[in-house]
């Protein structure tokens, strides 16, 4: 049936739209790991206590915000949303010259960022379920989800320039990443005036069925197939929060305990992660349409297993003391973490029906978020009390491991208790 609606030609704009909010979005979670080194030196607090209240407090407050987005796009639609929280995130940008001047500015600044940054975040599965075809949601998914990597990308690039160019001034390498909410809200607002007159086909057929999406909803909680998701989500996204957190620090940080590249060269080295990410959402979206036939768990296995086995080899010796090899390693889990995502987004919007995609996916996300934040502060807390990154770095390997036991599963279990309910024009 979604082949045959007429969805609006305005929602390639929308997209990318969309895919700028991912850059901000994951400039939003990288900002602090290239000056964590300096931000812990300036103010006289450890690098973990940095990470924590930089990071993991972010994340845990990025998470329910997250969960709580479902219903402020529920009530007021994706596109006024998107509108009110982009020009809330770059008003508190345009204060940051007056939060980085003390530790606790630090922290009220990156709280208010995760906030106002989760309806942001969670914009994909509405904008994916409404504006797209069934047929299209899929490379609509892996093109927005490439956004994030490259926001981060971006943002070490900046950081790692303006870092060079003001003698390590990690305050006018922050601020200068104002200018990406900044495009944000030119683009929510041009989309918000092409799109003024735009009829989506959805809506109406959403609206009478609402009454047994909720229905097929509660049937689906009963099922074993979103938990099995939720969980993997949860893994990966403990998996890419806990490296995105620790690897620049790990590589700036003098030695032993660092690699002691300094705050500007980790900015670049770190990219190859994100380099590695942007490469995984590209190959993902072709390896599961073309090569599986949109099976995933080939891809969710071997993704895990060979980000386990990297993140094993980041403190060994002939890895690090192999400038070329450790250049592979960053790559490797940059590229596995993010097969990881695309595959998991690309199930959510294909296997789980139109009605409930989008709350599938923001309980996975908002789950994940919040799990991956614990995950950024338990190893918070080992860099602290063990002053090396040997035993964060295992934990993560460990929780990649285990990640493998949900992905052998995902596709062998029902969907809902009840799968007559499935049996809806609103399932396609």
């Known amino acids: 049936m979604g082949a045959t609606l007429n969805y609006p030609k305005a929602r390639w704009f929308v997209l990318i739209t969309a ?5 901000a979005v ?16 300036e103010f006289g607090r450890t690098p973990g206590e940095v990470s924590f209240y930089g990071m993991g407090l972010f994340g845990i407050v990025n998470a329910i915000s997250v969960i709580c987005s479902g219903f402020l796009y529920d009530k ?4 006024r949303i998107l509108l009110v929280f982009s020009i809330g995130v770059l008003i508190i940008a345009l204060f940051l010259p007056i939060f980085l001047q003390s530790m606790n500015g630090v922290i009220v600044f990156r709280v208010l960022l995760g906030i106002l940054g989760g309806p942001i975040a969670a914009c994909l599965a509405p904008l994916g379920a409404s504006w797209f075809p069934p047929q299209e949601r899929g490379r609509a998914g892996g093109i927005v989800s490439a956004a994030l990597p490259v ?3 971006l943002s070490l690039l900046i950081m790692g320039f303006r ?3 003001t003698q390590g001034n ?8 104002t200018i990406i909410p900044a495009i944000v809200v030119v683009l929510v607002v041009i989309m918000l005036i092409t799109t003024r007159k735009t009829e989506l086909p959805v809506e109406e057929r959403d609206a009478a069925l609402e009454g047994h999406n909720k229905q097929l909803f509660i049937s689906i909680l009963k099922g074993p197939m979103i938990w099995l998701t939720i969980l993997a989500y949860v893994f990966y996204m403990l998996c890419m929060n806990a490296m995105t957190d620790m690897t620049p620090g790990y590589i700036a940080i003098d030695p032993p305990m660092g690699l002691g590249y300094g705050s500007e060269m980790s900015s670049f080295v770190s990219m190859l992660t994100s380099i590695g990410n942007i490469c ?8 599961v349409d073309k090569l599986f036939k949109g099976r995933v768990r080939p891809l969710l296995v071997a993704a895990f297993i060979i980000q386990a086995i990297c993140i094993f080899l980041i403190r060994a010796p002939f890895v690090t003391d192999t400038r070329p090899l450790m250049m592979v390693v960053l790559f490797l889990i940059g590229f596995t973490i993010t097969v990881t995502a695309c595959s998991l987004t690309t199930f959510i919007m294909l296997k789980f029906p139109l009605g409930v995609n989008g709350r599938v996916f923001s309980f996975s996300m908002g789950a994940g978020l919040l799990m991956g934040s614990v995950g950024v502060s338990i190893c918070a807390a080992m860099l602290h009390f063990s002053n090396t990154y040997t035993l964060p770095f295992l934990f ?7 990640a493998i036991v949900p992905s052998v599963l995902i596709e062998k279990v029902k969907m809902a208790k009840d799968e007559t309910l499935l049996d809806t024009p609103n399932t396609m």
């Open 19 to 23: 895919f700028a909010c991912y850059v």
């Open 76 to 79: 007021f639609g994706i596109k």
């Open 163 to 165: 870092l060079g160019a």
């Open 151 to 153: 926001g981060i990308t």
């Open 396 to 402: 993560v390997a460990i929780v990649a491991i285990v």
């Open 26 to 41: 994951g400039s939003f979670i990288i900002m602090l790991s290239p000056i964590i080194g300096s931000i812990s030196q």
């Open 280 to 287: 995984g959402a590209v190959v993902t979206g072709f390896l």
């Open 170 to 177: 990690w305050r006018a390498a922050l601020e200068t990443l």
